[in-house]
């Protein structure tokens, strides 16, 4: 009897020093195509404003984190089967996600959705609209009355629009207005439209020591503006 409780105490400091081990390096996963969220640079590494946060929010709960893309239709089947740690891919905050994952207190407030087109009278109650697959976006356009056409990857949303396929392309107020810098036809169109909760990370709902170290440095560049001044700086989003 006594070996066995002292073989199962073994057990549990091994399995707590595998938990511990497991989060020695952070794994951040993220998209990498969504600018000036998150993105690509010419090194070929992640840039962006999460990357800039993100690499903060590790400073600041002192831990040793890595970066990690993914396409976004997976990402959080990945991150429930510990691919990486964390979400931090411009994913808003919603009921439905929150059923599958768990999600740290807000990094930005919602940011507004926008309709950009090549035509100012463009029909979007009742056209084709474009939308990234496994986004509020998709959701909303779904339930709208318009004719949904859903792409893997944000560009190909743009691309849809440029080429005909689509009337108009509803994403983050942020991301269109990137398009459109890099897009000379395409223009605003239509009233934006609120939609989720804010955009936050996500974590799997057994990692709750994590999201609480995260929940504490989001908080603490809340408290010293060091959020609203990076908010300010990639324009993703109104401060808080």
């Keep these: 009897m006594k070996r066995t409780i002292l073989t199962a105490a073994a057990f549990a400091v091994l399995a707590g020093a595998a938990i511990a081990d497991s989060h020695s390096v952070v794994r951040m996963g993220t998209e990498g195509a969504y600018p000036p969220w998150n993105f690509i640079n010419d090194a070929g590494k992640v840039d962006g404003f999460e990357r800039e946060l993100g690499d903060e929010l590790c400073k600041r709960a ?13 990402i959080i089947p990945n991150l429930v089967s510990g691919n990486y740690d964390t979400i931090i891919a ?27 087109a090549v035509s100012a009278d463009v029909d979007l109650a009742g056209g084709v609209i474009a939308a990234q697959t496994g986004t509020i976006q998709a959701g909303y356009v779904a339930e709208s009355g318009a004719t949904l056409v859903e ?4 560009d190909e949303t743009i691309a849809a629009v440029l080429n005909g396929e689509a009337d108009a392309v509803l994403a983050d107020d942020s991301f269109i207005k990137t398009a459109i810098e ?59």
């Design 90 to 116: 411009g994913m808003s905050i919603t009921d439905e996600r929150d059923e599958v994952i768990d999600f740290t207190q807000a990094y930005t407030p919602p940011d507004p959705s926008t309709y950009a």
């Design 182 to 240: 890099a897009n000379g036809d395409l223009m605003v169109v239509g009233d934006p439209v609120a939609l989720g909760g804010g955009v936050g990370m996500g974590i799997r709902e057994s990692d709750g020591d994590l999201k609480a170290k995260f929940d504490a440095a989001i908080q603490s560049m809340k408290d010293d503006g060091t959020l609203n001044a990076m908010i300010v700086k990639w324009e993703v989003a109104s401060q808080w």
């Design 151 to 154: 792409f893997a990857t944000p």
């Design 62 to 74: 002192e831990l040793n984190c890595e970066w990690v893309t993914n396409d976004w239709d997976s």
